[in-house]
């Protein structure tokens, strides 16, 4: 069980590192997967461990938010990508100006 | 769940390759590897006796989001230069040690706890049949509510990506 957690642990810190150490959208959006997807381990494995079937309908719940976050996030990515010809953060200061 | 061999490969496989999924340059390389990280996971998830979640994990992980990433990155055909820049190494340092921190604690917290024995499972765990059970009986609000989520995302990416409305 704690192993399990552990790992979970893991891959949330990866995928925070993912978020806030890269300037590309699309790896910012795939460090977000992984983060997502290191809760789901958690989930199932405390589902696991109390027999109880709630935590994996919460993982498909969560694979369903994740599902349409990366739809708006992609649908985003493409209309920046036509104005602004680029994928790095670090350009995107339109409101600023 | 004490099946150790399979935890340790697939463990290992899954932080090795979401490592190089942060760290890799070339978006491609990224998505493909998060394809080996996720198939791990479903090889967890079946280890966990999760056998439903399991196959919808690689339905919709491996199978739609990721290929929607590839499509995406092919459609971009970003050259190198339209990559654009990465911080510099110091930065990159400072924020891989702030994370092994969140790390630590978070590990330390799990450690501190610690869990009581695993109950024993019901015959049926796991299964379609369970899940949906569970998901049809208590939890059909969220359920109607994802789907209502899923159908604005939809219109939302098609009204974001069109040229023109």
Not at chain 1, 15 to 33: C, D, K, P, Q, Y
């Given at each position: 069980?704690?192993?399990?957690?552990?790992?979970?642990?893991a891959l949330?810190s990866i995928g925070?590192f993912g978020?806030?150490a890269?300037?590309?959208?699309?790896i910012?959006?795939m460090s977000?997967?992984l983060?997502?997807?290191?809760?789901?381990?958690?989930?199932?494995?405390?589902?696991?461990?109390?027999?109880?079937?709630?935590?994996?309908?919460?993982?498909?719940?969560?694979?369903?938010?994740?599902?349409?976050?990366?739809?708006?996030?992609?649908?985003?990515?493409?209309?920046?990508?036509?104005?602004?010809?680029?994928?790095?953060?670090?350009?995107?200061?339109?409101?600023?100006? | 769940?004490?099946?150790?061999?399979?935890?340790?490969?697939?463990?290992v496989v899954s932080v090795v390759s979401a490592i190089l999924v942060v760290t890799r340059?070339?978006?491609?390389y990224s998505?493909?590897f998060l394809?080996l990280c996720?198939?791990?996971?479903?090889?967890?998830?079946?280890?966990?006796?999760?056998?439903?979640?399991?196959?919808?994990?690689?339905?919709?992980?491996?199978?739609?989001?990721?290929?929607?990433?590839?499509?995406?990155?092919?459609?971009?055909?970003?050259?190198?230069?339209?990559?654009?820049?990465?911080?510099?190494?110091?930065?990159k340092?400072?924020?891989s040690?702030?994370c092994m921190?969140?790390f630590?604690?978070?590990?330390?917290?799990?450690?501190?706890?610690?869990?009581?024995?695993?109950?024993?499972?019901?015959?049926?765990?796991?299964?379609?049949?369970?899940?949906?059970?569970?998901?049809?009986?208590?939890?059909?609000?969220?359920?109607?509510?994802?789907?209502?989520?899923?159908?604005?995302?939809?219109?939302?990416?098609?009204?974001?990506?069109?040229?023109?409305?």
């Amino acid at each position: 069980m704690t192993k399990y957690i552990i790992l979970s642990a893991a891959l949330f810190s990866i995928g925070t590192f993912g978020v806030l150490a890269r300037r590309n959208i699309l790896i910012i959006i795939m460090s977000i997967e992984l983060m997502l997807n290191g809760v789901n381990i958690a989930l199932i494995a405390f589902a696991r461990q109390y027999a109880d079937t709630t935590g994996q309908v919460f993982v498909l719940m969560v694979m369903g938010v994740a599902a349409a976050e990366v739809a708006v996030g992609l649908a985003l990515l493409i209309a920046m990508f036509r104005n602004k010809k680029t994928v790095d953060t670090g350009d995107l200061t339109m409101l600023k100006e | 769940m004490e099946t150790n061999i399979v935890f340790i490969v697939c463990a290992v496989v899954s932080v090795v390759s979401a490592i190089l999924v942060v760290t890799r340059r070339n978006p491609v390389y990224s998505a493909l590897f998060l394809m080996l990280c996720f198939v791990a996971f479903a090889v967890l998830f079946l280890n966990l006796n999760a056998y439903f979640i399991a196959a919808m994990h690689m339905m919709v992980y491996t199978g739609a989001i990721l290929v929607l990433f590839l499509f995406v990155i092919m459609l971009l055909n970003l050259k190198k230069e339209e990559l654009g820049k990465e911080y510099g190494f110091g930065n990159k340092l400072l924020l891989s040690f702030l994370c092994m921190l969140l790390f630590t604690i978070l590990a330390a917290l799990v450690y501190g706890v610690g869990f009581a024995p695993a109950k024993s499972l019901p015959s049926r765990f796991g299964s379609i049949e369970a899940v949906g059970n569970a998901m049809f009986s208590d939890f059909v609000l969220p359920f109607e509510l994802l789907s209502v989520l899923i159908i604005v995302a939809m219109i939302g990416g098609i009204i974001l990506a069109k040229r023109k409305l």
